[in-house]
């Protein structure tokens, strides 16, 4: 039976339960190893809604909190005790206090500024002691909300705050980046499409299911594939592999037929976007210029070059694509692909570089009205 106020009533909650599929996905991923929904232990259950261990051996003890009526949660919000004496960040940091491999995680739908504005100096006590004299409000802040805490030791909460963090994100872009996971990591084996609502409620029940005890790897995949989801392995997905190939090949081909003794001609500018390894210098990079000014030519050979260093990439030309595209996976199947390109390029390269490249952007205009849909 749930322990008062347990958190079969917390999962009511969406957004809360949001956070905790979120790190299930995790653990799919091989990011975490298990995690424990409300422990049967009080002192490890005290003010969180369950405990992550990660691959590392830390173990992340999660407050989530849906909103306040205020801007934010400030320090003093955060340390706001209850009638029960306790506080958010009091909790927390008890957590963090009992051992070294313990960590604090709060997230909302608002920001704790206040709390990572401290933690942008705290990795050096010298440069987190400077930060407090030049900002006396930020410094009346900390000694008031966080000294207490600790015994009005300065080093001990600065050292204590460096293990707890914050996250930040509405229930909208928790439940994309959670729907964009289920896509990356599972299929369903029947054929039909991913239905990621029924997954998100197969994980909502075993998190249920399993109140109080671990959940590790093996036992998600079980209660997956009872509803015949199975772990996508992109490593062994041949025919993704080649069609992106055969889209890379056909994006360069048309542009090879038209060079000058069949090798491409430096233009200025190519050494700005690759290293001399051939990889990008930056994660993103916008090539513009006039019609006839030989960006075509540098698009081939940036594709060529990426390819050639072991790179994954796909290209996409948007003047290519068909009418009526209103979603990033309708894109990725109106070019064969079984998901977004963005999707496909992270399980394929399996965390190693990889590079989209969209070209013809200008074929869409909000202002010309031109494919305003896609």
Known sequence: MPISGGSSDKLGNRYESLWAVDQLLKIIDGKALELMLEPINREESKGIEFRVTNINGTVDYWSVKRQTTQA???LALLTATERDGRSILGDLIEHVRRSEKNHGVFASTLGAGELEELRLHIADPVVFEDRLEHSPALDRKFRASILPLCHGDVEAARQLLARIRSHA????????????????????????QLDVDKV?????????????????????????EAHNIRLRDWAIENTVRLQVERLCESY?????EERINSSFQALDGIDEILSVDGRPRNRKTLIVGSA????????????ESLHRSGVITLPVRFDQLPDGILTT??????VSLPESPALVLAGISAGAPCALVVDQLDAISMASGRRVEL
């Open 292 to 303: 006839g000014g030989g960006k075509s030519t540098v698009m081939g050979h940036l594709v």
């Open 72 to 74: 934010g949660w400030t």
């Open 329 to 334: 996976r309708e894109l990725g199947r109106k």
């Open 252 to 256: 360069v081909t048309p542009i090879e």
């Open 169 to 192: 994100a509405d229930e909208a872009q928790l439940r994309d980046r959670v729907e964009d996971m289920m896509r990356r990591l599972l299929w369903d084996a029947s054929g039909e």
């Open 200 to 224: 998100r409620v197969v994980l909502e029940d075993l998190l249920i299911e399993r109140l109080h005890t671990s959940i590790d790897r093996s036992s998600i995949l079980r209660a997956l």
